[in-house]
């Protein structure tokens, strides 16, 4: 099994630039969810899709974030224009339908570390 | 709204010692609590998830407890080495709403 795989690793832009950050879940996980870390921090959930619809995107802030998730499997997560707070790790978990997802726990990948400047 | 707090901050201990780090949360109604690490720079890996009917498990030197009614949990490193040094993170699943996280500890483990 592959486990969530999640590409950029790094990447360092401009103020104002556009950046994208792309997830592959497990296959077969039906929730996939966007986290963001920022240093010294946990990890805070920014959206959540079931399938392919966002059910919880009560944090993202959609004046410059934006996510999709076509077809219910891999995820882009979209950020324009970048500022200087949002220099951060930008984490991808998936977990199996949301009736089991109690018993199996979520799975992160190993995470897009954006430096802004 | 589900807080989760994890102390210490930090934690530098000489090789071989055993070591706890201790996780509490505000709202006791949860379905699962799961233990990660975090190398740095890098994603978090799963090292324990406990459901909420269970009071620990294990995996190699790791034990993890589960006191849902006194909202704790404990992890516990026993003979700690080098290449424990990580920091380590709790997250709390109460069932519909998001994963919620504590801060973490920070672990060196000292040659």
């Known amino acids: 099994e592959a486990g969530v795989v999640q590409s950029p690793r790094y990447k360092i832009i401009e103020k104002k630039q556009p950046v994208a950050f792309w997830c592959n879940p497990i296959?077969?996980?039906?929730?996939l969810y966007w986290y963001l870390q920022n240093l010294g921090q946990g990890p805070e959930l920014l959206i959540r899709?079931?399938?392919?619809?966002?059910?919880?995107d009560s944090q993202l802030p959609k004046d410059r974030f934006s996510a999709e998730r076509l077809k219910g499997v891999d995820s882009t997560l979209k950020i324009q224009p970048a500022e200087l707070g949002d220099s951060a790790v930008y984490l991808c978990?998936?977990?199996?339908?949301?009736?089991?997802?109690?018993?199996?726990?979520?799975?992160f990948g190993s995470g897009t570390r954006l430096t802004v400047v | 709204k589900q807080e989760v707090t994890q102390i210490p901050a930090a934690l530098s201990v000489p090789e071989g010692e055993n070591l706890v780090l201790n996780c509490s949360f505000t709202?006791?109604?949860?379905?699962?609590l799961q233990w990660f690490r975090q190398d740095p720079g890098k994603g978090l890996t799963s090292l324990l998830l406990?459901?909420?009917?269970?009071r620990e498990q294990t995996s190699g030197r790791l034990n993890a407890s589960l006191d849902k009614s006194s909202g704790r949990s404990t992890l516990y490193i026993a003979a700690s080495q080098p290449g424990d040094s990580a920091t380590y993170l709790c997250?709390?699943?109460?069932?519909?709403?998001?994963?919620?996280f504590g801060k973490g500890t920070r672990l060196s483990v000292i040659a």
């Open positions: 899709y079931e399938n392919e619809e966002a059910v919880d």
């Open positions: 978990a998936s977990s199996p339908h949301r009736d089991r997802e109690t018993s199996s726990g979520y799975t």
């Open positions: 997250a709390v699943n109460s069932g519909n709403t998001p994963l919620v």
């Open positions: 709202d006791s109604a949860i379905y699962n």
């Open positions: 296959s077969g996980h039906n929730t």
């Open positions: 406990i459901q909420s009917s269970q």
